[in-house]
């Protein structure tokens, strides 16, 4: 079964992680797996269709598995998540930082629905720890 | 006691203990990490306290083996015994660690132990609260500590966070508490700015203990994000 990582833009809300870096999370976490990737890829950082990427899987007929860095690299549009739900119909989708594998759509709606819930409140960015402690309700 | 009280004390001293409604979880769970470290160390112990003294008396190399521990779909037995305490936190959508940590505490090796510290020093929101789980009665100082909340605050006040020295244990020795006393079924549930950790011991006996944390899903993440924590519905998931 080959194995395909791909590489997105660094921006994914929270965080910001390099391309490279992208690609040292993905292999380590295939290497923990005991597997490799056959074949690494970036896809564009305009936009959230992955059109490089359906391309691939076209030519590709062996290409099962699919791994990406984490679940934040999955599109936030509609139409983005419309196409990217087309994937779990014929790969199975790996998520490095999450440790996670996808293999239907009732469990990628569930990622999804996570997704929606987290980005409706942004995370904290405040750096002043006794204004962090002011935040908790436990004081 | 009344979920009202616990939330108090979680409030003013920033911690409480609790009795586990739905312990079988517990017993669960500890049944499958016990398999789990058999499968590792080659051996076939089903009792709790004898694998404590075997773990005691492991090496690093051994305890490293055991630290590499896949802990996948424990963390939803663990809250599944938290049952209605999960309350206190929060309601029925939680956010909650993906993996739970499996943690020994071994006498003679001190990186066994954890440091002490707070939540949010490594990154956790001010509203997630920690779930601390042994798989045995505490009777000794192989356990927790906590600071009391008053204790905590003029604990970061005095060492500026600790923003340049972090003190060690035997600097802190005056101020750090005995540990806390424990029934297997009981928890340690603690808020992020208690300052906690534990200690080094004699004991031959290992400490074997599993943490989970939660938090409300309408108060924000903070570094640690949807890569520690998934969403967990626990009205959807039957007790």
Known sequence: ?139 | MHNSEDLKLLKTKGYTIINLPNKNYLIQVRAIILNEMNSILKTNISDIEKMRSLVGSLNLKSLDKIRNLKLKGLSEKLIKAVGNKTKIVGKDLLYLQRYPHLNLNIANINESKTVSHNEIMSGHSPNTVVCWIPFHDIIDESGLYVLEKNKSMELYNTTNNFKKIFPTDNELSELIPKCLKMKFGQAILFNSISHHGAKNHNKKKARISIDIRFQDIQYPLFEKNLDYFKVFNLKKEPI
């Open chain 1, 1 to 139: 079964m080959s194995i395909l990582t791909i590489q997105t833009g660094i921006s994914m809300n929270p965080w910001k992680i390099p391309q490279r870096a992208q690609q040292i999370i993905m292999d380590n976490y295939l290497a923990k797996n005991k597997k490799s990737s056959n074949l690494k890829t970036s896809s564009s950082i305009f936009s959230e269709h992955f059109s490089r990427l359906f391309m691939i899987l076209k030519e590709r007929q062996n290409l099962k598995t699919i791994v990406f860095t984490s679940i934040f690299q999955i599109p936030k549009s509609k139409s983005g998540i419309k196409i990217f739900k087309t994937l779990v119909e014929n790969y199975e989708l790996h998520f490095a930082l999450e440790n996670l594998v996808v293999s239907n759509l009732a469990e990628l709606n569930v990622i999804i629905e996570e997704l929606n819930i987290s980005r409706k409140i942004p995370t904290i960015k405040n750096y002043n720890i006794n204004k962090l402690y002011k935040l908790s309700k436990f004081r």
